[in-house]
């Protein structure tokens, strides 16, 4: 019967709350929507740096650097330190202002030692300084073209001969060539960042730090924690950017429950004439409440998918990456306010129901 | 079984308006009791005072020889529950459960269960054959004696009846006032204020006007 009196009177009136669910899983799924970039960043970022897993990056201490400006020759200094895995990297974009969704990468890689790992979708992987490149499979479709087709790089001329994908978006959109030739088509001396396989060994880590004072040698473990920072802090902006929007809902669901409750007056009235306990009172009213809240929970799960899966299509298409990733840790965090909402915006509504006049509302 | 002594009742703040002025009277089991008089004569304000909804300035009602208000709001709402029963002038069915479900709700309010089996029993015994449809589809005579069956839910000691007439005609009028005077005979108080004394059936009348007996007879 409890069931009946929390759902029927909601039933009963079906626009409203029709409305009421809507409003209210537009905001989970707003909110959700945001944070599923969170899970998304950190899920991708994890992924490039489990690549990294054994290496040490030595990079500028800018950290972001979009020009080349380690120079090679630290190459051999590290080899006289005794290290003997070393794998410098190119990577830079090639800015068309005009055709914004048309940037692309010219990635320089040590063939068969690249650390950013990727797979080969057609043609086959690179061979040492013979004038062949790899295209990123979504390059590939932007600029047309296939195996065996040319592409300049710098001053080279190369010959497609593979098509790839990697968990690192900026290779999709990359055209990849051996460094030592990379490096001689633009005529420079300097690269990126160079890994260096240490194994995990913290000595290798310590000797490295020491010697090359004036770069930034950073473990896979040390930027996961400083990227995670980021997306935790950004989290954070997107969290109150969300609670703005479930604010509001709070204040519809709180009114709508006071307009419900005050046509109800009589119907209050009644159970408590009848010998109904305030608080059962109390319990209909915020039940009813948490009904819309769990309904719109339910609701608010398809429509964040279909947002993420609209915004990973659309960041796909442009950037070559999908980003956002519905967890269930999400879902428990959108569960979670779906539950507090509706507590928060009944409670006025079900104190004023259980103190309703039983004389007043029904008398006349 | 119900007793009340020297009730005394006023509303208002700064004016105060006397609803009940010492009212004093001991309501008989097996006996239906009709309150008349005109409007502000105080009849409804009795009927809440003696079911404990509403507290008087003065005085107090005996129930089964318990004073109502010596008790707290608690004990009192547990007598409520136990022992009585509601009828109101605009039946206040619960529009979105039909008429077995606003009997069961009753039974739920007064017992914390339901009885399906019983709910229908007490429907067809006041003549309502079909219980599965909502309030409104059913003619006012028929709403106010589903409201009847919902007041019988629990098998109350004494009802509460407030102008059970006021909304409907006269043929209803008088098959609503033989269904509660029915009720009486099984050892029931039912205490009806009503403006209706042509149809009215009771044992007792008792004309009230400004809070006060003026005269109680039987018709």
């Given at each position: 019967m409890r069931f009946k009196l929390i759902t029927g009177s909601l039933l009963h009136r079906p626009l409203r709350f029709l409305l009421v669910i809507l409003a209210l899983s537009i905001s989970l799924a707003f909110m959700s929507f945001l944070l599923s970039f969170g899970e998304g960043l950190r899920a991708y970022v994890r992924n490039i740096a489990k690549d990294f897993q054994p290496f040490a990056i030595i990079q500028p201490?800018?950290?972001?650097?979009?020009t080349p400006s380690i120079p090679i020759s630290l190459v051999d200094s590290l080899k006289d330190l005794g290290f003997y895995d070393i794998r410098p990297v190119i990577i830079f974009p090639v800015v068309n202002p005009l055709q914004v969704n048309k940037q692309y990468f010219i990635v320089g890689l040590p063939v068969g030692k690249s650390p950013i790992k990727y797979k080969v979708l057609e043609g086959r992987d690179l061979k040492d300084n013979n004038r062949e490149a790899l295209i990123g499979d979504r390059l590939k479709e932007i600029l047309r073209k296939n195996l065996g087709d040319s592409v300049f790089v710098g001053s080279g001329i190369y010959k497609v001969v593979g098509v790839i994908r990697s968990e690192d978006f900026r290779l999709n959109s990359a055209i990849i060539v051996p460094i030592n030739e990379a490096l001689e088509d633009f005529n420079?001396?300097?690269?990126n960042l160079i890994a260096v396989n240490i194994n995990g060994n913290k000595e290798k880590l310590k000797l490295l730090r020491r010697k090359l004072n004036r770069y930034d040698v950073l473990t896979a473990e040390e930027i996961l924690g400083f990227i995670n920072t980021i997306i935790n802090l950004s989290d954070a902006v997107r969290f109150s950017l969300s609670l703005v929007s479930i604010f509001v809902s709070i204040i519809f669901l709180f009114a709508i429950m006071m307009i419900t409750v005050h046509e109800r007056n009589w119907e209050f009235a009644l159970f408590r004439a009848l010998g109904m306990g305030n608080f059962e009172v109390f319990r209909i009213v915020i039940m009813q409440s948490l009904t819309l809240g769990i309904v719109s929970w339910v609701l608010s799960i398809p429509i964040s998918l279909i947002m993420i899966f609209a915004s990973n299509e659309l960041l796909n298409r442009f950037f070559g990456m999908k980003i956002g990733l519905y967890t269930p840790k999400i879902a428990l965090i959108s569960l979670f306010i779906a539950i507090i909402a509706p507590i928060i915006g009944g409670i006025l509504p079900a104190r004023n129901a259980m103190r309703v006049n039983i004389r007043e509302s029904l008398g006349k | 079984m119900i007793e009340a002594l020297e009730i005394q009742k006023s509303y208002g703040l700064k004016v105060k308006t006397k609803a009940l002025d010492g009212f004093s009277y001991r309501f008989e089991e097996g006996r239906v009791y009709g309150v008349v008089g005109p409007?502000?004569?105080g009849k409804t304000t009795l009927l809440y005072v003696l079911s404990g909804i509403e507290v008087p300035d003065r005085g107090e009602v005996i129930f089964m020889g318990k004073g109502l208000f010596s008790i707290n709001e608690k004990e009192r709402r547990d007598i409520r529950k136990r022992y009585f029963g509601f009828v109101f002038q605009h039946f206040?069915?619960?529009?979105?459960?039909?008429a077995a479900e606003n009997v069961m709700l009753g039974q739920y309010i007064k017992a914390g269960k339901t009885d399906k089996a019983e709910a229908l029993k007490i429907l067809e015994s006041l003549?309502?054959?079909?219980?599965?449809?909502?309030?409104?589809?059913?003619s006012g005579g028929e709403q106010q004696r589903i409201a009847i069956a919902r007041a019988l839910a629990g098998n109350p000691k004494v009802i509460f009846a407030d102008e059970?007439?006021?909304?409907?005609?006269t043929e209803n009028s008088k098959r609503v006032f033989s269904v509660l005077y029915d009720?009486?005979?099984?050892g029931r108080v039912v205490i009806l204020a009503t403006?209706?004394?042509?149809?009215l059936k009771a044992d007792v009348v008792i004309r009230l006007r400004d809070g006060k007996i003026l005269e109680t007879y039987q018709p």
């Open positions: 201490k800018n950290f972001i650097s979009l420079i001396d300097k690269v | 409007s502000g004569s206040y069915l619960i529009p979105y459960l039909n003549g309502i054959n079909d219980p599965y449809k909502k309030p409104y589809e059913y059970p007439t006021g909304n409907l005609d009720l009486a005979k099984d403006h209706d004394v042509e149809n």
